[in-house]
């Protein structure tokens, strides 16, 4: 199976059905009027969940097995407390 890879310039959000963290990521990162784009995991962690996680951790550099899976300009951020310090940091420099 062939994985998305994370997006140049703007969020890649890897996210999945139910996943209440996912929208919240969402939502802030629209609030703050940003680019992003939503991979929608289902189809990865039904038919090969071991691969999806090893090509996490290829793009990561860390192991990652929780959702949302949040990267900007392809360099991995983290889920959601990692990605609201992120987004902190970033509307601080006033884009």
Known sequence: MNFETPFENNFTIYSKSGCPNCRTVKDLIKKANLQYEIIDCDDYLLEDKENFLLFIKSYSKIEWKSFPIVFFNEEFIG??????????????FDF
């Open 79 to 92: 889920g959601l407390n990692e990605t609201i310090k992120y987004l902190d940091k970033l509307i601080s």
